[in-house]
């Protein structure tokens, strides 16, 4: 697949973020239907039947919504697992309030890993609720406090159970697809799956650059160990 970068200033880029999140779509998305519907006009002007057979196929599949069922997806498995689900609604962390104890602890987190963001990320179903959020100031998402899953690397931390390392998710099999590297500029991610004590995988506390980095091991120990007491002052509530 070729890539592209495409610069606009600073009010245009304002605009196209509003805009897509109106729509429900990444602005990367937003930019790519554009574009879609900007070659098919084209091609009908010049009557060019080949080029608009091949617009729509791709105009189609672009529309298309995504299966509703988890089918043989293991990330959509793990995040829509209702136990997992139960437990997380039983912290009554979901869309509360900024609370400081989770606060400081993810500026903790960002000073000791000299990371430009932390957040305390908690997985629901179909999106992402940051219960604590450091140094992210991209919009519409810093003052939604998350994302759609669309946008999430968490999901995968919380699925595999086990520390998400990544050096520059432009590379990573997975995730260089993921709208979050344009959208949210994240291109090094070290997240620690917050597993609580009844054994569910609630989200992750995790540290993000919008620059390519190798993660130290005891910077990935820290962070553990600063994971373990976001997790005690979850299961204090």
């Not at 200033?9 to 897509?20: R, S």
């Not at 080029?51 to 043989?72: C, E, K, M, W, Y």
């Not at 959020?133 to 998350?146: D, N, V």
């Amino acid at each position: 697949m070729r890539a592209t970068t495409v610069r606009f200033g600073e009010d245009l880029w304002a605009m196209l973020e509003q805009e897509a999140a109106r729509s429900g779509l990444s602005a990367a998305q937003f930019v790519r239907e554009a574009t879609i519907l900007r070659l098919a006009m084209l091609a009908g002007m010049r009557g060019d039947d080949a080029a608009r057979t091949t617009l729509a196929v791709i105009a189609d599949q672009a529309q298309r919504p995504a299966p509703s069922g988890n089918g043989d997806d293991p990330v959509a498995r793990a995040v829509a697992d209702a136990g997992r689900l139960a437990a997380l609604h039983r912290t009554g962390l979901m869309d509360s309030e900024p609370d400081e104890r989770f606060d400081g602890l993810a500026r903790i987190a960002a000073k000791v890993l000299n990371a430009p963001v932390a957040l305390v990320s908690l997985v629901d179903k179909d999106r992402q609720f940051w219960k604590s959020c450091i140094g992210l100031t991209k919009e519409p998402w810093a003052s939604q406090r998350g994302t759609p899953l669309s946008h999430s690397f968490c999901q995968h931390a919380v699925t595999i159970r086990q520390p998400l390392i990544v050096d520059d998710a432009r590379e990573h099999p997975t995730l260089r697809d993921n709208p979050a590297i344009v959208d949210l500029d994240v291109i090094a991610y070290a997240g620690i799956p917050l597993i609580g004590s009844d054994g569910n995988a609630l989200g992750t506390l995790c540290v993000i650059d919008s620059k390519p980095r190798h993660w130290r091991s005891e910077e990935i120990e820290l962070l553990q160990e600063i994971a373990n007491t976001v997790l005690a002052q979850i299961d204090t509530g």
